[in-house]
């Protein structure tokens, strides 16, 4: 049986991980893992497919105006994306 090399830097990294999918917010896990940029936190807090999933959700369907856009009612535009 091989054993895991676990790390104080994999205890940070999977942390910050759940903490992002738990919504909370990425300036707060900066100041949780000492980050002076945003940049190194997104680093380590990348968001998972499920973090990805729940913000899909958060969002509402449009509302049908009842009338097509203009680009719907454009016939070779319509023709043209069809044929990629």
């Keep these: ?41 997104n680093h380590y807090a990348k968001a998972n497919l499920e973090t990805k999933r729940k913000a899909l959700e958060q ?4 509302v049908s105006t009842g009338h097509l856009s203009s680009w719907k009612r454009d016939t070779s535009l319509l023709a043209w994306l069809d044929t990629l």
């Design 1 to 41: 049986m091989q054993t895991k090399h676990v790390t104080p830097h994999s205890f940070r990294h999977a942390t910050a991980v759940h903490l992002v999918s738990a919504g909370v917010d990425i300036t707060v896990i900066r100041s949780w893992l000492g980050h002076v940029s945003l940049d190194t936190t």
């Design 59 to 62: 969002i509402a369907a449009p």
